[in-house]
Every structure is written in C-alpha cells, then in structure tokens.
C-alpha cells in the first residue's frame, strides 16, 4: 500500500487546507474526463481520492499516523481493546499480516480469538491491552551530484507524540546515491499502550547533472578540445565537479573520442568519503567555425598535401 501522503505529495505535518489544495490540484489533473481512454490515469485518481478520504477526516488521519496501513483492521477491532491489562503483541512494521511474526497470516480478528477463546488465557474483564510499535515511514529527497560530493543537510518538519510540530536537521552522507536510505530514529509512525515509535528513511533521489554522469563511485564527463591541440598536442583545462580546474596533458594526435582517467577525481566512497573513486574525460574535436579566407586557403592546402 502506498503513503498516503506520498500519493498527494504533502507532508505528514500538512494542514487540513494543504491537504485539500493539493487534492484538488491532482484530481484536476487525473480526473477521467480529461484523461479519456487512459488506464493509468484511472488508477492513479482512484488512489487520490482514497488518500483525501483518510486524510481529510480527522479521526482516520489520526489512526492513519499511529498504524500506518493496518489502520483499518485497528478500527475494525475497536477502542475498547486497547489501554486494558492483559496480553501484549508488539508489531515491528514487517511487509503483509502485522502478525506474521507469530507464524500465521491470521487478521486482529483471529489472533483476538486465540487470545481470548483458545489456549487457556483467561478473560479479563476489561479485555487485553495491545501493544504496536509505529510503522516506519519512507520519505523522498531530491540531492545533486554537488551536494552528493560533498554532504549536505535538510530540514523537515516532524509532529510528536503530543501533535506538537518541531523542526529536525538531518544529514546526508557524501557519497549518497540514488536508492540511498537516511535512517532517523524513532521519528515514523507513531506506536500505541507503550510500544516505541517507528522510524523515518530519508531515501535519496539523486538529480540529472549537465555535464557529469555517475556510475556508482565512477565520473564521466565530455571536455571539448580544439582541434589543433588534438593534433599537434598541448593542454586542455578541465572543470571539476567541485569548481576546481585541472590541466590536462594531450599527446599529439589524439583522436577525437580518446577517453582520459584521472584518479580520485570521482565520487567519495558512501561510508568513506576519504576514498574517492575516478574521473574519466572524454576529448570531443572542437572544430574551427567562421573561418577567414587565409584559414581556408591553409585548410586547403593542408587536404591538398594530405591528399598528394
């Protein structure tokens, strides 16, 4: 099941107005008469409208942020379960039943019954107490490759226990990648009757650069070179991705195309950013335009000799 928040592209701390505003901007957008014929479309206006349909009532929002998607089977089971002495069962936020930790597929419904009809457990009379740890919750960031080089940190407004919203500065290692996972702790959904809240995972999304590709810790770049330094050699300056420049030495009659490792001038290693992997230059022919008559007349002469 997907993050409600995600699926309107809100924050977890965003007001009922931004709730509604971004609502209402993607069922314009995805609404099936404006997108005719169009099966994904479909799909993804019936996924707003079920997150605007939590999101929009207080009291399924709220059981929504403390039990993430298992927020239903809690309703079904009702209030009066929950805060009693008795049986405790902590959920740790693993894929598919929140009870498959005890070997079964079984719903609230069927682990209850156990609890309470089978196995000689006695009844309480105010019922069992359940204990639920918070559901981790996953979050999208966007870094360049400059901030990946170096680090850099964000700003993200989390709400608490009490409904307080704060600010949190998180950092993001050098090195971190597309698919990267930033884990802070113990600020995800929240647990329930004493069980622990769950954690955030930052994961990194790492944005298209102009002139550099990355290849896991590997840099690429094209650096154009005129095409007389190409054939009679000399040196080309080349940026780097952190704003320093570099000559690069050319031998003579290097042929367009020719491809040039320089150590340690890639990315930092994630984990150790002391350890850099290496860039490789491609040299792309920079060919003379506007050419005057006496270059063309040398031109010329050139093809003639080369042709003679």
């Known amino acids: 099941m997907k993050d409600y928040y995600q699926v309107l592209g809100v924050d977890r701390s965003a007001s009922e107005k931004e709730i509604k505003q971004a609502y209402r901007r993607l ?10 014929n169009n099966a994904a479309a479909e799909a993804r206006f019936k996924e707003i409208n079920e997150a ?3 999101l929009s009532d207080k009291d399924k929002r709220s059981k929504y942020d403390r039990f993430g998607q298992h927020w239903q089977d809690v309703e079904r089971m009702g209030a009066g379960a929950y805060g009693q002495p008795g049986v405790s069962y902590t959920y740790r936020g693993t894929a598919g039943s929140p009870f498959d930790d005890l070997g079964g597929g079984g719903s609230f419904a069927d682990i209850f019954e156990q609890f ?14 359940v204990r639920l ?26 709400t608490d226990p009490g409904g307080t919203p704060r600010t949190i500065k998180v950092k993001i290692p050098a090195g971190a990648d597309t698919g990267t996972r930033v884990r802070i702790a113990g600020e995800g959904g929240m647990g329930m009757n004493g069980g622990r809240r769950g954690d ?6 790492l944005l298209p650069h102009a002139r550099f590709t990355r290849e896991g810790d590997t840099l690429r770049m094209n650096a154009e070179v005129d095409v007389y330094t190409l054939l009679l050699g000399g040196t080309a300056r080349i940026s780097l991705l952190d704003g320093k420049t570099l000559s ?9 195309g020719k491809v040039f490792r320089i150590a340690k001038q890639g990315m930092p290693k994630l984990g150790a950013p002391d350890e ?21 007349e040398l031109f010329a002469k050139l093809r003639d000799l080369r042709h003679a």
């Open 248 to 256: 690069l030495n050319i031998p003579p009659e290097t042929a367009n």
């Open 200 to 205: 955030l995972y930052l994961v990194v999304q």
């Open 133 to 158: 740890d918070g559901q981790d919750v996953e979050r999208p960031i966007e870094i360049t490759l400059e901030e990946a080089l170096t680090g850099t940190q964000r700003s993200f407004r989390v």
């Open 52 to 54: 605007y349909e939590v």
């Open 116 to 129: 309470m009809g089978g196995g000689g457990i006695p009844r309480g009379a105010g019922g069992y107490g």
């Open 27 to 36: 069922a314009r957008q995805y609404h099936p008469d404006v997108n005719q």
């Open 276 to 296: 850099r992997g290496d860039l490789f230059v491609t040299a792309v022919a920079q060919l003379p335009s506007k050419l005057s008559v006496q270059e063309r």
